[in-house]
C-alpha cells in the first residue's frame, strides 16, 4: 500500500470514529421524549420542560469557543475524551433531581459543556485529511452522526419509559452509556502530521467553486462583517428546528387527534416524529455538503432557507398523521443543512487552520437558537394553547435569512493578515 493510499485510509478511520462520537453525542437531541415524559409524569409546566434543552444548546454553543481553540492547539483526542466524560457526568447527575433548575444545570449546564467539547474535536479533524473539493460532503457524513442519533436515542429512552424504567433510571443508563462510548471512540481521532499534502484525488471533477480561503485567526476573523453576517443566519435559520426538535412530543399530541375507543385523543407518538425528523435531518446534512460543493453554499442556503420558510408558515394546518410526518420530515431535511453549510462557509472564508477556534466563535449562534426556538415554542403553547403563533415567527427569521444569505460574500483578506497554514492543501 503506498502512503498516499495509507493517509487516505487514516481519514477515512478518523472520520468514522468523529461519526460515531457524533452519534453518542446526540442524545441532546432525544429531549423531547424525555421532556414530554417530565412533563406527564412529573407535572411540570412546557416551559419547564423545555429549559434542560434550552440551556443545554447555549452551553454547547459557548463551549465550542473555548474547545474549539484547545482542540486547534492539543488536539481532538483528549478533548473528545473530556467531551464523553462530562457529557456522561450530566446525564448521571441528572438523576439525583426533580426540580428544573437544577437539571438545567446538570443536564443543561454540564452535559452541554460537555456535548460542545466533544463536538469541536469532531469536524476539524477531518476535513483536514481531505481535499478542498471533498469539505461539503465530509463535514455532512460527520455532522450527520448527531442528527442520526435520534433514529435510535428517541425509540430507545421511550422503549426504557414505556417498560417500567423511571426517568432518574434512563438518565443513568444513557450516562454510562455515554462515557464508554466516546472515550473508546476518541481514542481514534488524530490530525494530520504536520506537512501533510491531502491525496489528489478528483479535483478535475468538481465544479472549481469551492476553495480554502485564506487562513485567518478569530481575533481577525471577528473584525469581518461576513462573519456577523453568518451569526446572524445561525441563528435565524436553526431557531425553526430546534422548535421544532424540542417540542416536537408535545406537538404530536396537541395537533392530531385520533380515534381511540371512538373518542379523539391527541396522537401519542412523538417519539416516531423524532425518529422521522433525525432522519431527514441526517439526510439533510449530507446532501446539503454535496450540493454546496457543486452548486456553493450562497446557493445552497438561499434554497433552505426559503423552502423552510414555506413549510413554517403550513405547519399548523398539519392535523393529520400523513401530513405532520411529511412536514417534519421536511423539517428535519431542511434543518440538517445548516450543520453542514455553516462549518463549511467558514472553512471557505476563513480557512483550515484555525477551523476549531472560528466555528466555535459561530457556533455561539447555535446556543442563541436553541433558547430562541424550544423556549419560544414552550412559551407560545403555554399562552395561547397551540404552537400557532410560534410557526408564523419561526417563518418569519427564515426570510430574513434567506435576504442575508443573498448578501453574504467572502471577505477579502489583506496578505499580511493571513497566517501561514499548517496543513497543506
Not at 420542560?49 to 481532538?76: S, W
Not at 428544573?100 to 443543561?108: C, E, H, K, N
Not at 404530536?252 to 432522519?279: C, E, H
Request: aromatic residues 10%; contains cysteine.
Amino acid at each position: 500500500m503506498s502512503a498516499q493510499e495509507s493517509s487516505w485510509n487514516r481519514g477515512w478511520v478518523v472520520t468514522g470514529a468523529a461519526v460515531g462520537i457524533n452519534l453518542i453525542l446526540g442524545v441532546l437531541y432525544s429531549w423531547s421524549v424525555v421532556g414530554k415524559a417530565l412533563a406527564k409524569q412529573w407535572k411540570w409546566s412546557q416551559t419547564d420542560a423545555a429549559l434542560p434543552f434550552a440551556i443545554a444548546t447555549a452551553a454547547f454553543a459557548v463551549m465550542m469557543v473555548f474547545a474549539g481553540r484547545v482542540q486547534d492547539k492539543i488536539g481532538p483526542k483528549f478533548v473528545a475524551m473530556l467531551g464523553g466524560l462530562l457529557l456522561g457526568a450530566g446525564l448521571i447527575s441528572s438523576a439525583f433531581t426533580t426540580s428544573p433548575v437544577i437539571m438545567a444545570l446538570t443536564f443543561g449546564v454540564i452535559g452541554g459543556c460537555g456535548i460542545g467539547l466533544g463536538y469541536s474535536a469532531t469536524t476539524p479533524p477531518c476535513v483536514k485529511w481531505f481535499p478542498p473539493s471533498r469539505k461539503g460532503m465530509i463535514t455532512g457524513l460527520v455532522v450527520a452522526g448527531v442528527g442520526l442519533s435520534a433514529v435510535y436515542m428517541a425509540p430507545l429512552t421511550n422503549s426504557l419509559l414505556s417498560h417500567g424504567f423511571t426517568i432518574p433510571q434512563v438518565f443513568l443508563y444513557l450516562g454510562c452509556g455515554t462515557i464508554v462510548g466516546v472515550c473508546l471512540l476518541a481514542l481514534l481521532l488524530s490530525n494530520p502530521p504536520m506537512g501533510y499534502v491531502v491525496p489528489a484525488v478528483a479535483a478535475s471533477t468538481r465544479t472549481g467553486r469551492i476553495s480554502t480561503g485564506p487562513d485567518l485567526n478569530w481575533t481577525d476573523m471577528l473584525r469581518t462583517p461576513q462573519f456577523y453576517l453568518l451569526w446572524t443566519m445561525f441563528v435565524l435559520a436553526a431557531a425553526p428546528g430546534l422548535m421544532i426538535l424540542g417540542n416536537l412530543a408535545n406537538i404530536t399530541a396537541t395537533q392530531v387527534m385520533v380515534q381511540v375507543d371512538s373518542k379523539p385523543v391527541g396522537w401519542n407518538a412523538g417519539f416516531i416524529l423524532v425518529m422521522v425528523m433525525a432522519a431527514f435531518n441526517t439526510a439533510g446534512r449530507i446532501v446539503g455538503g454535496a450540493v454546496s460543493d457543486r452548486i456553493g453554499r450562497t446557493q445552497t442556503m438561499v434554497l433552505a432557507f426559503l423552502l423552510q420558510a414555506i413549510n413554517m408558515f403550513f405547519f399548523a394546518r398539519y392535523t393529520t398523521q400523513a401530513t405532520l410526518i411529511a412536514g417534519t420530515a421536511f423539517t428535519g431535511l431542511c434543518y440538517g443543512t445548516i450543520f453542514t453549510l455553516m462549518p463549511a462557509a467558514m472553512a471557505d472564508y476563513y480557512g483550515l487552520k484555525n477551523l476549531g477556534v472560528n466555528y466555535g466563535c459561530l457556533f455561539t449562534a447555535f446556543g442563541v437558537a436553541g433558547c430562541t426556538g424550544s423556549l419560544l415554542g414552550g412559551r407560545v403553547k403555554d399562552l395561547f394553547g397551540s404552537y400557532s403563533n410560534a410557526y408564523v415567527v419561526v417563518a418569519g427569521m427564515l426570510l430574513v435569512a434567506m435576504v442575508l444569505a443573498l448578501v453574504t460574500h467572502p471577505p477579502r483578506v489583506p496578505a499580511e493578515k493571513r497566517e501561514p497554514a499548517g496543513i497543506a492543501v
